[in-house]
């Protein structure tokens, strides 16, 4: 397994030379191998300055996207679907681009939204939608992963299972779970059966402790996933993933950052120690 950090302990764009040298300097001297990429809002991200910076410090990208509100594969609007296969595509051109070969979130529907209408009719919807992006990423080598969330952040996906049996009905080898401790913790019974039956089809995984801190600080069962991890012959990322820079509070409703986070730092130095002393 290796390790990845979100960007968002830092800030939620790469726009700015130094800036971002800061960022991806201080990511691999703390010895990461991936710093992970947000892409929900595509202009916050400068194509050319992440390849330069990846190669510079040999750091791999990784990409997570939570869709917005009117990118909705699920809609009865054609429009809002239509906008979501596009929005999508950019998403996949931009990850291909800049080195990465995974692109999970909250793919599916927008993020935040609790009202999705769920009929047979918008499901057959997402799954033609998610049909059409998924071979655009495997022609250009991305592969996607749906996160299930918590329950106040969809209303679509929450479950394993749920992502399971939405895979299924796409049918495409090319869609893969992305497994957050945090929303696993709220929605699973038990985070270490999710893991043992979502088994090969784990794409990506987040590591965040139960209050969104720092893994090792609260009541996740992390001896038991890295464990469960290592039995389903997990070798991609994990990534920790949590938010310290102003701009990423709020859509993730972080009202205590020097709480769970004191430093960004510190916390990704903490996080990276204590789950390598756990392999
Ligand atoms: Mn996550």
């Not at 809609?75 to 995974?102: D, H, L, P």
């Not at 969104?212 to 993933?241: Q, S």
């Amino acid at each position: 397994m290796k390790f990845g950090v979100y960007l968002g302990l830092w800030d939620n764009k790469i726009l700015e030379n130094s800036i971002a040298e800061y960022i991806f300097k201080t990511v691999s001297s703390i010895g990461y191998d991936d710093i992970e990429i947000p892409l929900n809002e595509p202009k916050n991200i400068d194509i050319q300055i992440v390849k330069k910076l990846s190669k510079k410090f040999n750091i791999n990208v990784t990409t997570s996207v939570a869709l917005p509100l009117k990118a909705n594969f699920m809609s009865e609007n054609e429009k809002e679907r239509e906008y979501a296969n596009e929005f999508m595509k950019n998403c996949i051109k931009i990850a291909n681009s800049i080195g990465s070969s995974v692109l999970g979130g909250v793919i599916y529907s927008p993020w935040g939204g609790t009202n999705i209408v769920k009929t047979t009719q918008t499901f057959d919807f997402l799954i033609e939608g998610l049909k059409d992006v998924s071979k655009y990423a495997k022609n250009l080598g991305v592969r996607l992963c749906i996160e299930p969330v918590n329950r106040f952040e969809s209303n679509v996906i929450n479950t394993a299972d749920e992502g399971l049996s939405l895979i299924e009905k796409i049918g495409s080898d090319n869609i893969f779970l992305l497994l957050d401790t945090f929303h696993m913790n709220i929605e699973e019974k038990n985070i270490v059966s999710t893991i043992k039956q979502v088994d090969k089809q784990i794409g990506h995984f987040h590591t965040c402790e139960n209050d969104r801190g720092v893994p090792g600080t609260g009541h996740i069962p992390w001896k038991d996933i890295i464990n469960a991890l290592k039995e389903v012959k997990y070798e991609n990322y994990l990534v920790f993933e949590a938010f310290k820079a102003p701009e990423t509070l709020k859509s993730a409703s972080i009202w205590r950052p020097n709480e769970l986070t004191h430093d960004a730092i510190d916390s990704s130095k903490e996080s990276l120690k204590f789950l390598k002393s756990l392999m």
